[in-house]
């Protein structure tokens, strides 16, 4: 595709971010005005919204877009006057238009790229607008001379009594001068300021009913002078050519006055009148990363200092010294809490592009749905807004095709025929809560607990003895679907089982409560940041590890002899259960089995997804704030690791990643189901 | 160096349109609104304005109103897209200078600027 000449990368840039916008809005506009169609502020929003589209893809040089955008102007236009009524058609032609805008603003992205063809598009919106615009009259040149005739001729007359001139002028248009009806209004207007139109060709009449091409002719009377006249004119864009001619006798050619000097400007300097600046992410990640490093080097810097201090104690210098670092450890943190804040943005980013999704869904399921949003406003770092768009579209799929049911059944289950699904969020400490709400037909934990024993989830015995609670969020576990039979959204037993191993690897959580035939709620709990995370480090053969905090259920002390031994695997007693045991030096391969040394140890139980595994270590050393940084260039996909950080001294740990810990654990364990279970009996008889 | 005060909330269109305008020489005040508009107009006091017509809350009509209302020797050039004419002869008849028709090349609005300004 080509660009319009002028247009560099970084007016590209700033178009398609402001394109994007546009495109979003429309997405979210458009839904809501199927349900609003009588809100005139929503119609003059989408409106404004492809005509800014319009304006500016024809600016970059993308005629396809400016040509869609326009197309879909002009029905939105017929909306707007109330020549047309909001329809699902309307509604449908007019997201397939902006489905199509989409594909056209990704060809920027990849110039080599297939053009998207606009041809269908433009015509179901082009069959929705009841009369076509009419284009500008394009009338043969008036090759007529003006010709004052009879009621003209007294007029001019009486002017001239008065003392006027008669004038007669012919202005000539640039032959590519967009509008001359309307450059010749302004002629009209300009010179009827200094005088009387006496008659013109073509006609002020003719002239707004565009019959004009580029020559008009104009006798006017007036008591100023040709110069005068010449000058007044010459302030009109695209004019070609002026001829001003005295009508009857000749006047002096006085000499114009001098044009009013500029208005100068005293001094000021250009006032930002915008209080916002758009940054780059990358940079936001960047600044992120070198405050990180900042962080990492004031801990290091103080303890420098303490050390100093404990060698020089009363020294001047130290202390001064001493003083000053301690106001740079201020500042850092203010900056890093700033910093962070910046990164803040807020959820509406994410929801915003789910209203589309859910009618689309709603629509292909032939249901009915409300749905409600609440708390878009509601920050997180960016990080974690990019994790929430699976989960929640996720959710949302699961809530509309198992939840909500068909209309007749709502109907006769004594709710109304649509149903709501409400999507809110709220902070709490530091975590942001998410709930998807609906109020259909809930989850039937009878049904749950005997599609699990199908499914050979667990052992039936376990199943049975699971409160309703419990049964529900098995939901979540792989392999269970209960929709009773497949759809293209879902349904396929695959989705919740994802939603729950991405959340909790980000440190969060999810469940599920029900109410039969009430409805469903979804809670969605994520930390506010992915980029610090607070982790306890521990220490073994001398390597310090960090265990992120979200994860640890508890930590202690562990006696050697405490541990028994079962089928080659390690496991220890906790609380009564039998728990597997990951020795952290052998799971990494820093020293073998054979070769250990201490007897006592130390234990961090850990959790991901309802399974519980403990960690065991040489010591515990202390909970810290930790800059994550990733490992990815270094050690690609993730085998027990998530990532490094540097600690105030320069030594750099590794962050373990427990879910995939666990998930190790857990297949060798799965393997060695049924000897575990034997000797869980054993055990509890000993 | 003369002022010009280039008014849209369309934030492409004024930056590009900025962009021109202060590579021929000229001071450029922008506007993102009607209301940021009066409020700008009355700081920098500039030489001409771009005045966009489809704009939320205040429209460019509106906005030349009040603008004339508080310099009545404004030079104000609207900026419009195409199927506006009418809005513009009744801009004109309000007393706008000129006009300029989206998309714009460079030449067009840095004639309308050179003849608002003269």
């Not at chain 1, 009618?359 to 960016?382: C, L, M, P, S, Y």
């Not at chain 1, 709990?525 to 640890?552: E, H, N, Q, R």
């Not at chain 2, 934030?11 to 609104?33: I, P, T």
């Amino acid at each position: 595709m080509d660009l319009a000449a002028g247009i560099t990368p970084e007016d590209l840039d700033l178009f398609i971010q402001e394109a994007d916008e546009q495109l979003q809005l429309l997405d979210e506009d458009i839904v809501r005005l199927e349900k609003e169609s009588g809100n005139p502020d929503l119609m003059q929003e989408i409106f404004r919204a492809a005509h800014t589209l319009k304006g500016s893809s024809a600016m970059v040089g993308h005629q396809r877009l400016s040509d869609l955008a326009h197309a879909m102007e002009s029905v939105l236009d017929q909306v707007r006057k109330g020549m047309l009524a909001v329809s699902p058609s309307i509604i449908d032609a007019l997201l397939h238009g902006l489905d199509v805008m989409r594909l056209l603003r990704k060809e920027l992205d990849s110039p080599d790229s297939k053009p998207a063809d606009i041809t269908n598009a433009v015509a179901e919106l082009s069959a929705l607008v009841t009369t076509n615009e009419q284009p500008v009259k394009q009338v043969a040149e008036h090759s007529g001379v003006l010709v004052p005739d009879a009621e003209a001729q007294t007029r001019l007359e009486k002017a001239c009594q008065e003392g006027k001139q008669a004038y007669f002028i012919k202005v000539s248009f640039n032959k590519e001068s967009h509008w001359t009806a309307v450059r010749s209004f302004q002629v009209i207007n300009s010179l009827s300021a200094i005088g009387e139109i006496i008659v013109s060709l073509p006609t002020a009449q003719e002239i707004e009913e565009g019959k004009i091409n580029h020559l008009f002719q104009i006798l006017v009377a007036s008591k100023n002078s040709a110069e005068d006249i010449r000058e007044l004119l010459t302030g009109i864009s695209e004019i070609e050519n002026i001829e001003i001619n005295v009508h009857e006798k000749e006047i002096s050619g006085e000499a114009a006055k001098a044009t009013g000097s500029d208005s100068t400007v005293t001094g000021k300097e250009d006032t930002k009148l915008s209080h916002t600046v758009r940054v780059d992410v990358s940079r936001l990640d960047t600044l992120m990363e070198q405050v990180g490093e900042l962080v990492i080097n004031r801990n290091q810097i103080s303890q420098l200092g303490r050390m100093l201090a404990e060698k020089y104690h009363e020294d001047e210098i130290i202390v001064a010294f001493g003083d000053s670092l301690s106001q740079i450890a201020k500042i850092v943190s203010t900056l890093q809490q700033d910093v962070m804040s910046i990164r803040l943005l807020p959820v509406e980013i994410v929801f915003s592009t789910l209203p589309r999704m859910v009618r689309d869904i709603a629509r292909k399921e032939n249901k009915k749905v409300e749905f409600i949003i609440e708390g878009q406003e509601t920050e997180v770092d960016r990080s974690v807004i990019e994790q929430l768009r699976d989960p929640l579209i996720h959710m949302l799929r699961n809530s509309i095709d198992h939840g909500i049911e068909a209309p007749d059944k709502r109907r006769s289950a004594g709710k109304p025929e649509a149903g709501t699904i409400r999507l809110s969020a709220m902070h709490e400490q530091d975590n942001i809560v998410i709930t998807v709400k609906d109020d259909g037909k809930g989850v039937d934990p009878k049904l749950i607990r005997k599609s699990a024993i199908d499914k050979k989830i667990d052992m039936p015995e376990n199943i049975s003895k699971l409160t309703d609670h419990e049964a529900v969020n098995l939901i979540f576990n792989s392999g269970l679907s209960t929709a009773s039979e497949v759809t293209d959204v879902s349904g396929r037993g695959v989705g919740l089982d994802v939603v729950k191993t991405n959340i909790e690897s980000l440190g969060g959580s999810v469940s599920v409560e029900s109410v039969p035939g009430q409805g469903t709620t979804f809670t969605l709990t994520l930390p506010l940041t992915l980029a610090i995370i607070p982790a306890l480090l521990v220490s073994t053969v001398g390597t310090i590890c960090a265990i992120p905090l979200s994860s640890i259920v508890e930590a202690g002390k562990l006696d050697v002899k405490e541990i028994q031994t079962v089928r080659g695997k390690e496991v220890t007693l906790f609380r009564g259960d039998v728990l597997p045991l990951l020795r952290l030096d052998e799971v990494f391969g820093w020293s073998d089995k054979n070769n250990r040394s201490g007897e006592a140890l130390h234990m961090v139980v850990v959790k991901f997804s309802g399974s519980r595994v403990g960690l065991v270590v040489e010591e515990l050393l202390e909970q810290q704030e930790l800059v994550v940084k990733s490992l990815d260039h270094f050690i690609g996909e993730s085998n027990g690791i998530t990532g490094a950080s540097i600690l105030g001294d320069g030594r750099v740990v590794l962050i373990l990643d427990v879910a995939s810990l666990i998930r190790g654990a857990i297949t060798e364990r799965n393997n060695n189901k049924i000897k575990i279970k034997s000797s869980v009996s054993r055990l509890s008889i000993k | 160096m003369a002022t010009v005060m280039v008014v849209d909330d369309a934030m492409f269109m004024r930056k590009k349109c900025a962009q021109v305008l202060s590579q021929n020489g000229y001071a450029v005040v922008e506007a993102a609104s009607g209301a940021e508009a009066l409020t700008a107009y009355q700081q920098e006091k500039p030489d001409c304005v771009l005045l966009d017509i489809t704009m939320p809350d205040m429209d460019g009509i509106e906005a030349l109103k009040e603008l004339l209302k508080v310099d009545p020797n404004a030079k104000v050039s609207m900026c419009s897209a195409m199927g506006q004419q009418g809005i513009v002869i009744e801009a004109l008849k309000l007393g706008a200078k000129d006009f300029v028709v989206k998309p714009f090349d460079v030449a067009r609005v840095i004639g309308s600027v050179k003849k608002l300004i003269g």
